[in-house]
């Protein structure tokens, strides 16, 4: 099976990047199943239930999040409603909406997704750890092929969750920092790792965020309102192959499309 990991959708520019290149990038890539983050997709920072619904239509079969999913308050009962719409699992009980799922490809293969937030330098939350072990266990019932979006800040912490987690899934993918690494690798017993997949979104920018606003904010320290950048948009992510018998990963390779 494989598998495209969309890293986070910023902004109108993101979605874009997403109607206009996703259909072509499925069809050449040989592409089974899309997940994409979309915390980011509506004005840099939050998601709606109208923007959700027209990435889903766009050809993404889930979407992740993390800290930015309760920006807009109208996605707090989207979050009951829609099961392809994920927020972090390690939220405390009591909050709305799923953390994991498992759900069908284009071939009719099972594919667990399960979404994780960081600590270290944000929320405190239930631990990651923890967590992944009691989500994982349920889906393994239903496949081997699980999918770990881990949205964190410290690379220390996602690289410990993927040794953590090494043999137990068959990818974990980074999302968060809107920069893309270049440490992709199947880690030794065999799940795909990479820090983060990047950002789909304008690169001429400061993680999405137009360059003037970003640069005031440093030199002031005075509070302004994000507006998200427009220029040098691409699509970015990875592709991971997965041997649907073990669910492990057989190939991971980062992708950078540009929106022409």
Not at 54 to 60: F, K, M, P, S, Y
Not at 112 to 122: C, D, I
Not at 221 to 247: C, H, K, R, Y
């Amino acid at each position: 099976m494989r598998i495209l990991f969309i890293g986070d959708i910023v902004g109108k520019p993101g979605r874009r990047a997403i109607e206009r290149l996703l259909p072509r990038i499925t069809v050449e890539e040989k592409i089974d199943f899309t997940i994409a983050n979309g915390e980011n997709a509506a004005g840099g920072m939050g998601l709606t239930p109208e923007i959700a619904v027209e990435l889903l239509d766009h050809g993404v079969d889930v979407l992740t999040s993390g800290n930015h999913i309760w920006a807009k308050k109208e996605i707090t009962s989207f979050l009951k409603e829609e099961r392809k719409l994920l927020r972090p699992a390690n939220y405390p009980e009591g909050a709305p909406g799923r953390g994991s799922g498992v759900y069908q490809s284009r071939g009719g293969e099972k594919i667990g997704v399960l979404n994780l937030e960081g600590r270290v330098f944000m929320k405190s939350l239930d631990c990651p750890f923890r967590v992944a072990e009691k989500e994982i266990e349920e889906m393994k019932k239903e496949t081997e092929t699980i999918i770990v979006d881990f949205h964190a800040e410290a690379t220390s912490e996602k690289i410990a969750l993927g040794w953590f987690l090494d043999g137990k899934v068959s990818a974990v993918l980074g999302t968060h920092t809107h920069v893309q690494t270049a440490d992709e690798r199947i880690l030794n017993a065999g799940t795909a790792y990479m820090t983060d997949v990047g950002m789909s979104g304008p690169l001429a920018s400061v993680i999405g965020i137009r360059k003037q606003i970003a640069l005031s904010r440093f030199l002031t320290q005075i509070p302004s309102q994000f507006d998200v950048a427009t220029e040098e948009v691409e699509l970015q992510g990875a592709v991971v192959d997965v041997n649907l018998e073990s669910g492990k990963a057989t190939g991971i390779r980062r992708i950078r499309v540009p929106l022409e």
